[in-house]
């Protein structure tokens, strides 16, 4: 692996490293309120099924308007997967418990995306977006009346073992499988596939196969927040899943720039403090949401950071760039 690219890894990791200490510190000293660590909470779920979405739309280039159904899927699977390990196997570690119910819930939302995927992804642009939003109601309304999940009354009892920690690295580990992914031999054959499908195939990438295959894994990491969100809210209302959460989800994306993982992350930050510092407004939020897409578009119709990912030697890099700029121009 080249020097610059290991010096970067190891810049981010500290990074990573600072920040959770810092947030630790924050908690511990009551800074940073049991409130606040709710939103820090659901702001890193975010990031999740943000940049989950985002490998499918974003770097896939399919648009997906029922990603909130996968959510549900590994939320009901990993709660009820929790409720029965609590009750046979008493005594058991909650991160042992979080594992399996997350791990339980991953492969069922793949699933549930390859049964999706294989019918829908040979559609393309409005088609696929209407399909996939049509298959997000009918997971939604299934749940509904399933008597083992609680029905329309919501699902209850399920074990609170989501915490700041297990959550924050979880995000972490998505978000590294995420990049690691869309710079590898695969994700280079993903990135084919948006840019020209048909001049893809003509090379030999089995387009449908990638497809699918980015699908199902957009799907179960989707599942993995779904199981994050369950463990720390204890309770599930199956219209918590329906359509307007798709369009959150893909307003995050939008914001951010659909084909960068940092893009989404600064989008799903923003997206979900606003909310919580305009309660006041919050029968508007969609409104609100609607005109920051507008103007986005209006301004820079490829979001935030576009197709780009932003890199602390990058931005290092270019700091010393205009620095050395600014001097030269003194010495003349």
Not at 292 to 321: A, C, H, N, V
């Amino acid at each position: 692996m080249d020097r610059k690219i290991l010096k970067n890894y190891a810049i981010n990791i500290l990074v990573i490293i600072a920040i959770y200490i810092l947030l630790k510190v924050l908690m511990g000293t009551g800074v940073i309120s049991r409130y606040h660590q709710g939103i820090i909470i659901f702001i890193m779920i975010n990031i999740i099924l943000a940049t989950s979405l985002n490998l499918a739309t974003g770097f896939l280039g399919q648009l997906t308007l029922g990603h909130a159904g996968f959510m549900a899927v590994g939320a009901y699977v990993s709660a009820m997967t929790a409720v029965a390990l609590k009750a046979n196997f008493k005594g058991m570690p909650d991160l042992v418990m979080l594992i399996i119910s997350l791990a339980v819930a991953a492969v069922a939302s793949a699933l549930v995306g390859i049964v999706i995927g294989v019918p829908a992804l040979r559609l393309r642009g409005d088609y696929l977006a209407i399909i996939t939003l049509g298959f997000g109601e009918v997971i939604r309304v299934v749940i509904n009346n399933i008597k083992a999940t609680g029905g329309a009354q919501g699902f209850t009892g399920i074990p609170k073992i989501s915490t700041f920690d297990n959550v924050f690295w979880i995000t972490v580990l998505v978000v590294l499988f995420l990049y690691r992914l869309t710079h590898s031999r695969q994700g280079r054959a993903i990135l084919s596939i948006r840019e020209d499908e048909i001049a893809a195939e003509a090379v030999g990438v089995k387009t449908t196969h990638f497809k699918v295959m980015g699908f199902a894994i957009a799907a179960s990491i989707a599942g993995i927040g779904g199981g994050l969100y369950a463990h720390y809210i204890a309770f599930l209302d199956p219209n918590t899943f329906n359509f307007m959460r798709s369009v959150e989800i893909l307003v995050i994306v939008v914001l951010g720039g659909m084909g960068s993982l940092t893009g989404s992350i600064l989008a799903a930050i923003v997206l979900t403090i606003m909310p919580e510092a305009l309660r006041s407004f919050a029968n508007y939020r969609l409104l609100l949401y609607s005109f920051m897409l507008i103007i986005m578009m209006i301004f820079r119709p490829k979001g935030i950071f576009g197709t780009g990912e932003f890199s602390w030697q990058g931005f290092y890099d270019r700091y010393q760039m205009r620095k050395n700029a600014l001097l030269k121009r003194e010495q003349e």
